[in-house]
């Protein structure tokens, strides 16, 4: 994993435990408004976090790394929600064949 520092001493580490604490709650904030669950959004936000740390060289080199964070919390909503569709459809089509 280039550029991530998985034992958390390098500077690149205490860099993103800095964004970490500055962001995590936006984040799930905004996790929370796209989903209206809570425990879902708080999970989203952890599994940005998560893709944001193994790409953190890139992230911390955007232009505005929180609004890159945002986008992959958006992304990963949308993955959710669709994810949920098809398996309610899946649903309803099983139901539907049923005698």
């Known amino acids: 994993m280039a550029g991530a520092d998985p034992g958390g001493e390098g500077d690149g580490a205490a860099e993103f435990r800095a964004f970490f604490d500055r962001?995590?709650?936006e984040l799930a904030r905004l996790a929370h408004l796209l989903t209206g669950e809570t425990d879902a959004a708080d999970d989203l936000a952890a599994d940005a976090m998560l893709a944001l740390w193994h790409r953190w060289d890139r992230v911390r080199a955007a232009d505005h790394p929180a609004a890159y964070a945002r986008g992959v919390v958006a992304n990963l909503v949308r993955t959710r929600i669709?994810?949920?569709?098809?398996?309610?459809?899946?649903?309803?089509?099983?139901?539907d064949r049923r005698p």
Do not use: D, L, M
């Not at 669709?82 to 139901?95: K, L, M, N, P, Y």
């Open 82 to 95: 669709r994810g949920t569709v098809r398996e309610r459809r899946r649903i309803a089509a099983f139901w």
């Open 23 to 25: 962001h995590y709650a």
